[in-house]
């Protein structure tokens, strides 16, 4: 499960993740549930439709297979696979009973959405008939593109909520079946932070909550981290202002600038923003080791990105440990 | 989600003036008409302010910014922030809000006279039950108050958010106590949910489904539509469980009858949204997720004919040394690396040009959207170095989004 502040690059976070997951041979599911068709624009393709598909080859030959769940979809597909009333949709969506079902009554929309997600890790090959305590897994692993921290604890905690209201019946087995996956040791909740407060704040916010609610924090993903091109000693002094002009105007001029004067002064602006940028990135990457989790870095690469970036920053995440 | 600080992800920021306005070095770019903010604010005809956009891109930032300057221009202004996450009380130097709005202490200087600014966190469940009571008999209340499916419902399923913000805004105005009101609007999954869930809601709570549910079986209505019915009180009964179903049922019947029509409170709230005492600003920042929301954005509040005011582009960033391209910066880095030395000049020289391509992409990311939509206006509010969580802080985002400090 990836969340994080919004904003925070979670889906390009998600699918490193997967990609790196994947890479040596891995089968990789990656789920978003937001509805926002990111995973789609990510690996520049048209819009998923609600079924499994193969979006990347991995390096070393593996593969990742996005889903766009869809609840509605999920729902029909619940009612398909439970009382072959698949035709019965239609009925119920002309009552609004989908609507109900999928966006107002009590957290259906999110037991849904979790359901289908976790039912993707229980799979093993061969569907139903085969002996499915010996048949591999369907996916080695499943990545989530979760919602917000604002919303994550109630979004994973939703079965158990449900498991409260509903005290029987067919979605209370699909509740607490989801509730045992999501609370299990095979998952995981990871934050992504900006190197910023208030994303980082959110990140220490989500990881204690989800501690509060019984399920396993993950990693702390710092992202779009600005990689210093300076050595510390110049950054330091450099953060205070005091940039060596004459020095930078030496410079301009041997690569023959025009002004070179003038824009030294400019540059050493530039340079000093930079370096209280990476000092203030420093002080947020302390204090977000202190929370104790394990964390990992990705660059601000800037340029947008697509398939090609999405790799490069896999590779980051691979250079770190992140393997299967 | 909503509501951070504008802090400086990529170059350094350097303000574009009133002088600057749109895009600069983008000749491709029309001519942006610049967001006139303190014209907004001083419009005594404007009520209410509606921060929208997707996440993470300041909206709550701004909401706060724009009630601090509105106090400095002498009104009487209330912030509603629907954000889980306490952002809005960091920024304003509140340790907590709550549902009701609390005075922010401003220092003499930020406020004009009979200026003010409030400050209030919704707190949906509270916003519920406080409908409920203002609206039944303590008995009826107790009764609602207890249904399971109405404390799931109103403890936060996807709509009660934004139709309780909807619902927390017409209480402020109907109460009259400030003269400007600035939504921050919840952090929906995409920016329909916005505009939708209200209605939905409050088509689901009026409709035809509950209806039938909470009929009694034997009136006319069960009998006209005969086994139909029967079949989808089964079907749901199998996906959400008799109980849900039951409960769901009663809720609908003690709740209907106070009521007398959820959907006539959401419709209302959405004309009152429509009308000309509302302003919609569209929050977004340069890059091609938030930009492309934003133009979403726009066309969907003209689809519903919502009064857009402009649009607030956030975190902008700008360069040193103007004229000294992304391209030739490179080159003259490359140039130092090949002779050797000038470890600063080189490295100075890479940064200007990361960051000089950075603005070249903002710009043309604003282009493409003032291309699209000439006609609207646009503030801009340059990247900062560090997060906002001051008055000071917020006040300067205000001057950013006013073009310079207000005129009183």
Redesign the interface.
């Known amino acids: 499960m990836v969340s994080g502040?919004?904003?925070?690059g979670k889906t390009t976070a998600a699918a490193a993740l997967a990609l790196s997951l994947a890479a040596d041979g891995g089968r990789v599911l990656l789920v978003e549930v937001?509805?926002?068709q990111?995973l789609a624009?990510l690996f520049g393709r048209d819009p998923l439709p609600y079924e499994e598909r193969k979006v990347a080859e991995a390096r070393g030959g593996g593969e990742v297979v996005a889903l766009a769940v869809d609840a509605e979809a999920a729902?029909m597909e619940?009612?398909e696979m439970?009382?072959g009333?698949r035709r019965?949709g239609q009925?119920?969506t002309r009552?609004?009973?989908v609507?109900?079902?999928t966006?107002?009554?009590?957290?259906?929309?999110d037991v849904l959405l979790t359901g289908k997600a976790t039912e993707a890790v229980r799979r093993r090959e061969g569907g139903r008939r085969s002996r499915r305590e010996e048949a591999p897994y369907s996916y080695d692993a499943v990545v989530l593109d979760a919602?917000?921290?604002?919303?994550i604890a109630?979004f994973l905690c939703v079965n158990a909520?449900v498991a409260?209201?509903?005290?029987?019946?067919?979605?209370?087995n699909h509740a607490d079946k989801a509730m045992a996956t999501i609370r299990s040791s095979a998952t995981a909740v990871h934050f992504v932070a900006?190197p910023?407060?208030?994303?980082a704040q959110?990140a220490a916010?989500g990881l204690a909550e989800v501690r509060e609610a019984g399920l396993n924090p993950g990693f702390v993903l710092l992202n779009?981290v600005h990689e210093p091109?300076?050595p510390p000693d110049?950054l330091e002094a450099a953060e205070h202002g005091e940039?060596?002009t004459e020095?930078?105007a030496?410079?301009?001029k041997?690569?023959?600038?025009d002004a070179p004067r003038?824009?030294?002064s400019?540059?050493?602006?530039?340079?000093?923003?930079?370096a209280?940028?990476v000092g203030?990135e420093s002080a947020v990457r302390r204090r977000l080791r202190a929370l104790g989790r394990p964390m990992l870095e990705l660059p601000?690469l800037?340029?947008?990105i697509d398939t090609d970036a999405l790799f490069r920053l896999s590779d980051r995440l691979t250079a770190q440990g992140v393997a299967r | 989600?909503?509501g951070?600080?504008t802090?400086?992800?990529?170059?350094?920021?350097t303000p574009h003036g009133p002088d600057q306005p749109g895009t600069p070095g983008g000749p491709e770019a029309p001519d942006t008409p610049r967001l006139d903010v303190d014209a907004l604010l001083s419009d005594t005809a404007v009520r209410t302010v509606v921060c929208c956009g997707?996440?993470?891109?300041g909206k709550t930032t701004t909401a706060a910014a724009l009630g601090l300057r509105a106090a400095a221009l002498g009104r009487q202004a209330v912030v509603i922030t629907v954000?889980?996450?306490r952002?809005l009380a960091?920024s304003m130097g509140l340790s907590e809000l709550d549902n009701t709005p609390r005075p922010v202490e401003l220092p003499a200087s930020f406020a004009a006279p009979g200026g003010s600014l409030h400050a209030m966190m919704l707190d949906m469940k509270r916003t519920f039950d406080e409908i409920v009571e203002a609206h039944a008999d303590p008995e009826r209340a107790q009764q609602i108050m207890a249904n399971?499916?109405y404390q799931?419902?109103s403890a936060?399923?996807?709509?009660t958010q934004e139709y309780m913000a909807m619902e927390k805004l017409g209480q402020l105005r109907e109460e009259g106590d400030w003269d400007l009101i600035f939504v921050d609007t919840p952090?929906s999954?995409?920016a329909l949910d916005f505009l939708d869930a209200p209605e939905?809601?409050g088509?689901?709570l009026d409709?035809?489904?509950i209806r039938?549910l909470a009929a009694p079986a034997r009136t006319g209505a069960f009998r006209l539509l005969g086994a139909?019915v029967g079949?989808?009180t089964g079907?749901?009964?199998?996906?959400?469980?008799?109980?849900?179903l039951a409960?769901?049922q009663s809720f609908v019947s003690s709740f209907d009858a106070v009521f007398g029509g959820f959907q006539e409170r959401a419709e209302r709230t959405y004309r009152r949204l429509q009308d000309p005492g509302t302003a919609f600003l569209v929050v977004a920042?340069p890059?091609?997720?938030?930009v492309r929301e934003a133009a979403y954005f726009v066309e969907r509040l003209a689809a519903d004919r919502m009064p857009l005011a402009g649009l607030v582009m956030n975190r902008t960033h700008g360069?040193?040394?103007e004229d000294?391209s992304a391209g030739?910066s490179m080159a003259?880095?490359a140039?130092?690396e090949r002779?050797g030395?000038?470890?600063?000049?080189?490295?100075?020289?890479?940064?200007?040009a990361?960051?000089a391509?950075?603005r070249d992409?903002e710009a043309a990311l604003r282009g493409r959207l003032a291309s699209a939509h000439p006609d609207l206006p646009v503030a801009e509010v340059p990247a900062r170095?560090?997060?906002v969580?001051d008055l000071a802080a917020l006040r300067e985002v205000g001057d950013a989004l006013g073009g310079g400090p207000p005129a009183v």
């Open positions: 502040k919004g904003g925070t937001e509805g926002r990111g624009e729902l619940y009612l439970f009382y009333i019965a009925v119920l009552f609004g009973a609507d109900f079902a966006t107002i009554a009590p957290g259906v929309r919602p917000p921290t604002g919303r109630q909520e409260g209201l509903a005290r029987m019946g067919p979605i209370r900006l910023e407060e208030m994303p959110e916010d779009m091109l300076l110049v940039v060596d020095a930078l030496q410079g301009l041997a690569a023959r600038l003038d824009r030294a400019a540059l050493a602006q530039e340079v000093t923003a930079h209280q940028r203030a601000f800037g340029g947008g | 989600m909503s951070d600080p802090t400086d992800p990529g170059g350094p920021g997707s996440g993470g891109v954000d889980p996450a952002r960091q399971p499916f799931s419902l936060g399923f996807t709509g952090p999954r995409s939905r809601l088509r689901f409709g035809r489904l039938l139909g079949m989808i079907m749901l009964s199998k996906i959400v469980g008799a109980q849900v409960d769901v920042v890059e091609s997720d938030a360069t040193g040394a000294l030739e003259a880095c140039e130092l002779q030395g000038h470890g600063l000049a080189a490295a100075a020289l890479h940064l200007h990361r960051a391509d950075l992409r170095t560090r997060d969580h």
